[in-house]
């Protein structure tokens, strides 16, 4: 479905909710199965009064109801099944400048079959990679089901023109990628510059014909939780498949509190459009237990929609080989080592 903005109506004040806000913002117009997009219409001026209409987001409490969920214990049965769905949530990671063709084929060896002594364990959801190892990467994840993710758009920094993101993109998608993970002109955002970067993320959306598109904020670069709250409302006005936390490249990358105001704005978009748009975490979620602690987070927050690859991911390097070893301890009672794993 598409949308398209209506005036933007940013008299909204800030007592309204965020659905209700949108509700009056946007309507059905023709057919797209990508998803929503902000479309023409809409002066920078209108633009910015519909994101400054949006509620503030409360810090503290915030804050608080993440660290409350945070503190949540499951049973036994149910850390199983979420570390199994953490498993086909990964977006298997290596975005280094050493990256060579061997670890990108030991990371695609991994993606496809996590445990090879336990074909129980599902594949992850995608490999993420740079643009030039797109190719490599589709011959060796084949018909197995994993995604082929690409960053571009000059990541991290995001620091080019327009010509040469697009080109990034291209590259990307003329290579195989399943899915591009772009970064948006923070420069920009901050400076108000709202329109550009929806444009931005409108014409990459074009680009990727149909790929996944999912939109780093760089939360991290951001400074408020309003701010996380408005970049992930123009990115999912203007096309994205997901809403991403990070690059990895950047401290603070993802946190539980920005998680809920980013799954809050995603639950609150879906509500108002009827059109579901995912949210992907990104640097720092290292362990089991901080995945599960997400998983509790977006089941709390949007809502078991969301508990899927489709809906949720983990872009992560090491994190999987602790999931791995976390399922072992479960199944088998004695806790399972780090030599009991690959190391890619």
């Known amino acids: 479905m598409r949308w398209v903005v209506q005036g933007l109506r940013g008299e909204m004040g800030s007592g309204a909710s965020p659905a209700s806000v949108a509700t009056h913002a946007v309507a059905p ?31 503290v409490g915030a804050e608080a109801r993440a660290a409350r969920l945070a503190a949540r214990s499951i049973k036994r049965e149910a850390k199983l099944a979420a570390l199994d769905l953490a498993v086909r949530c990964v977006d298997l990671t290596t975005l280094e400048g050493a990256d060579t063709p061997g670890k990108v084929r030991a990371l695609c060896a991994k993606a496809r079959r996590p445990d090879p002594s336990d074909p129980a364990v599902s594949p992850v959801a995608a490999v993420c990679i740079y643009p030039d190892l797109v190719g490599l990467a589709r011959q060796q994840v ?13 990541f991290p920094s995001g620091r080019a023109s327009l010509r040469v993101k697009l080109a990034d993109v291209e590259e990307a998608v003329a290579a195989g990628a399943d899915e591009v993970d772009m970064v948006i002109d923070r420069a920009a955002f901050l400076a108000g510059r709202y329109g550009k970067v929806r444009d931005e993320v409108v014409a990459v959306r074009e680009a990727c014909r149909g790929r996944v598109l999912k939109v780093i904020l760089e939360t991290g ?58 949210v992907k975490v990104a640097g720092g979620v290292r362990t089991a237990k901080d995945a ?53």
């Open 29 to 59: 117009a023709a057919t797209d199965r990508r998803g929503p997009v902000l479309v023409g219409g809409g002066s920078e001026e209108s633009l910015r009064r519909f994101l400054h209409g949006l509620p503030g987001v409360d810090q």
């Open 142 to 154: 084949g018909s197995s089901g994993v995604a082929v993710a690409s960053v571009a758009t000059a």
């Open 292 to 344: 599960i602690r997400y998983l509790v987070v977006v089941n709390e927050v949007a809502g078991p929609a969301w508990l899927s690859p489709g809906a949720f991911r983990i872009g992560a390097s090491s994190l999987l080989n602790d999931l791995l070893m976390q399922r072992a301890t479960q199944l088998g009672g004695a806790y399972a080592g780090p030599d009991d794993f690959t190391l890619d």
């Open 221 to 278: 670069e951001l400074s408020t939780y309003d701010n996380v709250r408005r970049a992930s409302w123009l990115a999912m006005l203007a096309g994205a498949d997901f809403v991403k936390t990070s690059t990895g490249k950047v401290a603070p990358a993802a946190t539980l509190p920005v998680a809920l105001v980013m799954l809050q704005a995603a639950r609150d978009f879906a509500s108002a459009t009827g059109h579901q748009v995912g």
